[in-house]
């Protein structure tokens, strides 16, 4: 089951029966079957990371009752929960998954039961499941590394979660379900709700024309003077293309981003095609705070340009 995206927390009777808020962790969607006949670590597309996370695999061995699990696969680390570390725990199999386990322990983050005890649960109401999940950790049948999703009723909460405060233990946002929803295979019945932020960076390069540019690619300066990709916006509304396109200037060959390759979109193989400009215009943008090594992972929403701001006046990168 997914979760359509929101800009905010929905009315109450948008979805069956009250609402029930869960924290969104960052990290791998994952079913996890802990059956007595079948161990299994499947992603969202049906991928099977069981080798890449074998001390979950041996803790789901171990449940003694046969469960299927939807969760939130994650690993903590520098007091927070690092998607870059959990990438990077994907890539491995046999002995070295072993030893990156033991390096980088996992977590699962479970919220939902989808079968339990032989008798599949899908059908039954949200509230019924999530009753049945909190026993399960409750009576000592699931503890660590699963480790059960926090959820409230209570509205105020669930908009203390979208604090971007939050977001920088990562825990991305919210999701939004309904006490008597059934659980709809593939359909985005859920809703769901990012913490964002706002932040400042210089337009380094465009896409599309210059003179009136589809996005931006924005940069800052590490601490050793590199200049760094950080984000890259939305498609710009058709306003802001024209006033950008009388503002930035092409950049000539000794440009820092001259030659660099940058990918076309998070973990695509495609590059994208861009022109770099003079970095000297400073924006603010709209972003989550899912960021890795400083770059943001989903794209931004351009907001306005900062006169009052220029380059040399932000903040080093890390700083």
Not at 14 to 36: C, M, N, T, W
Not at 143 to 164: H, K, V
Not at 174 to 192: D, L, N, P, S
Request: with cysteine; proline share 7%.
């Amino acid at each position: 089951m997914l979760a359509e995206s929101r800009q905010t927390l929905p009315p109450e009777g948008v979805l069956p029966g009250s609402l029930h808020y869960e924290q969104k962790p960052d990290g791998f969607r994952a079913i996890v079957f802990a059956r007595a006949d079948l161990v299994r670590v499947q992603s969202r597309q049906g991928s099977d990371l069981t080798p890449a996370f074998p001390d979950i695999a041996q803790a789901a061995a171990l449940v003694g009752e046969d469960l299927v699990l939807d969760a939130e696969l994650v690993v903590p680390h520098e007091g927070r929960l690092h998607f870059g570390e959990l990438q990077r725990r994907a890539r491995h199999r046999g002995p070295s998954a072993i030893r990156a386990a033991a390096e980088r322990p996992a977590y699962l983050i479970v919220f939902d039961v989808l079968e339990a005890a032989g008798t599949e649960l899908i059908a039954r109401p949200y509230r019924e499941r999530r009753a049945r999940l909190e026993d399960l950790f409750a009576s000592g049948v699931l503890s660590a590394p699963f480790t059960l999703c926090p959820a409230t009723t209570d509205r105020a909460t669930a908009l203390d979660w979208l604090d971007p405060a939050w977001g920088a233990a990562g825990i991305e946002g919210v999701v939004v379900k309904g006490a008597e929803q059934a659980y709809h295979m593939g359909k985005r019945a859920w809703v769901k709700v990012r913490a964002r932020t706002t932040a400042e960076a210089v337009i380094c390069a465009v896409t599309g024309a210059a003179t009136s540019p589809s996005s931006l690619l924005l940069g800052r300066s590490d601490a050793s003077g590199r200049l760094r990709l950080i984000a890259r916006t939305t498609p710009l509304p058709t306003a802001a293309r024209r006033d950008l396109g009388t503002r930035v200037r092409p950049a000539g060959p000794d440009h820092p981003w001259r030659g660099r390759r940058f990918s076309a979109g998070w973990g695509s193989r495609g590059e994208l095609e861009f022109d770099p400009v003079h970095p000297e215009i400073v924006v603010e943008f709209l972003a989550d705070t899912a960021v890795d090594d400083g770059r943001y992972r989903h794209s931004v929403r351009f907001l306005r340009v900062r006169e009052d701001l220029t380059a040399d006046q932000l903040p080093l990168l890390g700083a």
